[in-house]
T-cell receptor
Framework: DAGVTQSPTHLIKTRGQQVTLRCSPK?????VSWYQQALGQGPQFIFQ???????QRGNFPDRFSGHQFPNYSSELNVNALLLGDSALYLC???????????FGPGTRLTVL | AQTVTQSQPEMSVQEAETVTLSCTYD???????LFWYKQPPSRQMILVIR??????QNATENRFSVNFQKAAKSFSLKISDSQLGDTAMYFC????????????FGTGTRLQVFP
């Protein structure tokens, strides 16, 4: 039973560029949430996708956008990258109606 | 504001001993879910234990147990018979109501288990 997977593992970009991160949920899960974890901090909720629509959003600017595909996998896109976007980006999946979220290994994004 | 506070940035414990990590939270809701997650150096966030606020009985998972004090809004984690593999960052988190799936995390406690 495959857990949550994310790609790539690491990514280095420069300011102003755009980035796409990918997530495949745990088998049987249909809901994907994205979190940003800055160094030394707890994760912060970005948004959640269910049935290919954004259902909830945290306090992040419109530069952060996402998508969910019919197979429940998801992408996180960040435009016009800033130095402050450097962080570990975590994807979590769950079954709709259930509270427990299972996390992937994360993508480490470095913006230079 | 719905927040989680972990007042111990770092803790250490001898192998086989018991350690308790503290967590307090703030919500005006009556029904919510509480979690402890472990994040080892490999970065993967691993669920340790889960508690539903309406259940008075404290959750237990093998060597891990919680002390849930709803009136005090306190949710501490006890690790018994500590093992070297327990070395990690521990995050307390909660979903503050039944109307959201958003997890709110504390800033974490770094636990070091010494041989």
């Amino acid at each position: 039973d495959a857990g949550v997977t994310q790609s790539p593992t690491h990514l280095i970009k420069t300011r102003g560029q755009q980035v796409t991160l990918r997530c495949s949920p745990k088998s049987g899960h249909d809901t994907v949430s994205w979190y940003q974890q800055a160094l030394g901090q707890g994760p912060q909720f970005i948004f959640q996708y269910y049935e290919e629509e954004e259902r909830q959003r945290g306090n992040f600017p419109d530069r952060f956008s996402g998508h969910q595909f019919p197979n429940y996998s998801s992408e996180l896109n960040v435009n016009a990258l800033l130095l402050g976007d450097s962080a570990l980006y975590l994807c979590a999946s769950s079954r709709r109606g259930e509270d427990t979220q299972y996390f992937g290994p994360g993508t480490r994004l470095t913006v230079l | 504001a719905q927040t989680v506070t972990q007042s111990q940035p770092e803790m250490s414990v001898q192998e086989a001993e018991t350690v308790t990590l503290s967590c307090t939270y703030d919500t005006s809701e009556n029904n919510y879910y509480l979690f402890w997650y472990k994040q080892p150096p490999s970065r993967q966030m691993i669920l340790v234990i889960r508690q539903e606020a309406y259940k008075q009985q404290n959750a237990t998972e093998n060597r891990f147990s919680v002390n849930f004090q709803k009136a005090a809004k306190s949710f501490s984690l006890k690790i018994s018979d500590s093992q070297l593999g327990d070395t990690a960052m521990y995050f307390c988190a909660f979903i503050p109501s039944y109307n959201t799936d958003k997890l709110i995390f504390g800033t974490g406690t770094r636990l070091q288990v010494f041989p």
